[in-house]
């Protein structure tokens, strides 16, 4: 059995997004320590989405229906096949499936993608937040009907072991230290909490998974999740305001994505759109 190609997709784009998202630090870090920690970071995140990348294009390229649904790729790098390449640089905005906190700037909430210097509270917060989820996912796909994608969530769960503690060692930093560290952890989790509500509205891709046993009811995992976030929101002395359980909710990961991932995909696919028939 294999997972469907558009669960394969959101998986990937996550860990892309915010992996990209996360090398944005790479020597702008606090201390040397920490810009060296996000590289890391973002290296097994991407190695992440380039192995479900991979697992992607292997069933696009078996399958006539769907080569055909990803045909307006092939020429991409005038390769005749989908490859982890085309699926990361040549799909535009509005095909990727992250969710949408993945994509958001380091920084609190701005009118457009206006100018702020980064904050790294928001970065610590974002990334507690998702490792959370994503140490739950990887060990519940261990045991995935898709053998393929069983293996590489072992591969990740290893990673996103070391990647939670991180974050969650900095945010009780931050939130149990000076007045100004706590402020601005606060309002990061004030920030980023709402999105955090998409994970729990599964689209299609990942019911369909859930349903044929290749991927994780999504929604089991709420319990658990709420218990990491709030084991640690606690030791960080940090407020965690219930949040609404009706109105909008974030859509990325259905293709409908605020707007800073259109300035994140360009300044990541400028290059291979200049060159798409380079090789090195």
């Known amino acids: ?115 702020s210097e980064r904050d790294y509270a928001v970065t610590i917060a974002r990334n507690f937040l998702v490792s959370a989820l994503m140490v739950l996912v990887w060990d519940r ?35 149990d230290g000076t007045e100004e560290s706590h402020r601005r952890a606060q309002a990061a989790v004030d920030h980023l909490l709402p999105f955090c509500e998409a994970f729990w509205q599964p689209g299609p891709a990942e019911r369909a998974a859930a349903q044929d046993g290749s991927g994780v009811d999504i929604t089991t995992l709420r319990e658990p999740w709420n218990a990491l976030v709030d084991e640690t929101l606690s030791e960080a002395t940090l407020t965690r305001h219930d949040q609404p359980h009706e109105g909008y909710v974030a859509q990325g990961h259905v293709g409908v994505h605020s707007e800073h991932l259109g300035f994140l995909l360009a300044e990541m696919q400028s290059l291979a759109r200049a060159h798409p028939t380079a090789v090195w």
């Open 141 to 175: 796909l261990q045991t995935s009907k898709d053998a393929q994608l069983a293996g590489i969530a072992a591969k990740s769960l290893k990673e996103v072991r070391y990647h939670l503690p991180h974050a969650s060692d900095w945010l009780v930093r931050f939130g």
């Open 1 to 115: 059995m294999k997972a469907p190609v558009d669960y394969l997709l959101h998986l990937a784009d996550n860990a892309l997004v915010l992996g990209q998202r996360n090398a944005e630090w790479c020597g702008h870090g606090p201390i040397l320590e920490e810009d060296l920690a996000l590289a890391n970071n973002s290296l097994d995140l991407i190695g992440q989405a380039r192995l479900l990348y991979q697992h992607a294009a292997e069933q696009i390229n078996g399958d006539g229906a769907l080569a055909q649904r990803f045909a307006h790729l092939q020429g991409a790098r005038q390769e005749g096949r989908i490859t982890e390449d085309t699926l990361a640089y040549f799909r535009d905005t509005a095909e990727f499936r992250n969710h949408t906190v993945m994509e958001l700037p380091h920084h609190g909430p701005l009118v457009g993608y206006a100018v």
